[in-house]
């Protein structure tokens, strides 16, 4: 690893927890819920469809909160994020929402987290809206903090991650579907959290 200091930047849903809005499907029953960033590009395009489809069904912000409640993360994640802590400092970029994740960050030892927010109307935990933090965050927040001298790496799965990888001095792809690493072949793919840790070992320094 080289002098300048280094921040690891990981996608949290697919990376270090399962996806949220998956496992809401599988208790609903309601197989359009199953749509991620994997399947559509477009984020407001997909935000848009999902809303649509929890008021046409009754489904509230309770109903994700009891979904989650019944969730860990990712077999292993826990102990990657303890391995790489020492040796970078970790933000989480994530397009989901902090009602939705926090109980799943705790369980991961609190990492930072930049993620957006929703609109909800607290008398019937009706979600009214999404709230981006900003557009474009993921790649923003690399910007930034290159700008402030550090190292980026970025680590990520779906079509939402790209723009991060893209702008980190190293992106990586963690687990992702064919389709998107037929469409961009240059990014280094890893299947597991043990292959991910020997090729930042490797290509990067870290210590075994």
Known sequence: MNDQMTIACLDLEGVLIPEIWINLAEKTGIDDLRLTTRDIADYDELMTK?????????????DFQ????TMDPLDGAKEFLDWLQPQAEVIILSDTFREFAMPLIAK??????FCHSLSVDYETYRIKDYVLRQADQ?????IALKSLNFRVISMG?????????EEAHSGIFF???????E????????EDYESLQ???CEAHGFRP
Do not use: C, F, W
């Open 108 to 113: 991961l030892g609190h990492p930072t987290m």
């Open 175 to 181: 687990k992702p579907t064919k389709k998107i690493t």
């Open 66 to 69: 009891e979904v989650v409640a």
């Open 50 to 62: 999902r809303l649509e489809i929890l008021d046409a069904n009754g489904l509230t912000l309770k």
């Open 138 to 142: 993921k790649r923003k927040a690399v």
């Open 198 to 200: 020997r090729h930042l």
């Open 183 to 190: 469409e961009y072949p240059d990014y280094p793919v890893m």
């Open 157 to 165: 799965d779906s079509y939402n991650d790209l723009s991060m990888l």
